[in-house]
C-alpha cells in the first residue's frame, strides 16, 4: 500500500514538474496534476493497484475469520485454542 501511495505522489511530481516546465504557474500545475494522475495511475500502476487489492481482500478475510472464531468461542460452540 506505501509502494503505491508513494508512486502516485511521484507520478504526480513529475507531471507537475512536466507542467512547470511550461511555464504553467506551480499551484495550477500541481492542481491540473492530481486530476490527470487519478486516471493515468490506474493505467500506469495497474499490477501494483491489484496486488494491492488482493492483500486487501485477503486481510479482510483474515480478520472477518478471527471474528467469526472469536464470537463461535463466546457463544460456547467453538473450543478456545490451547496456547
Request: hydrophobic fraction near 60%; charged fraction near 25%; avoid cysteine.
Amino acid at each position: 500500500m506505501a509502494l503505491y501511495t508513494v508512486a502516485r505522489f511521484g507520478l504526480v511530481a513529475i507531471v507537475a514538474a512536466l507542467l512547470m516546465l511550461a511555464q504553467v504557474p506551480v499551484l495550477v500545475a500541481i492542481a491540473v496534476s492530481v486530476v490527470v494522475v487519478m486516471p493515468l495511475s490506474l493505467l500506469v500502476f495497474g499490477r501494483l493497484r491489484r496486488r494491492v487489492a488482493i492483500g486487501m481482500a485477503e486481510r479482510t478475510e483474515d480478520r472477518r475469520q478471527r471474528r467469526e472464531q472469536l464470537r463461535a468461542e463466546l457463544r460456547g460452540d467453538a473450543p478456545a485454542d490451547a496456547e
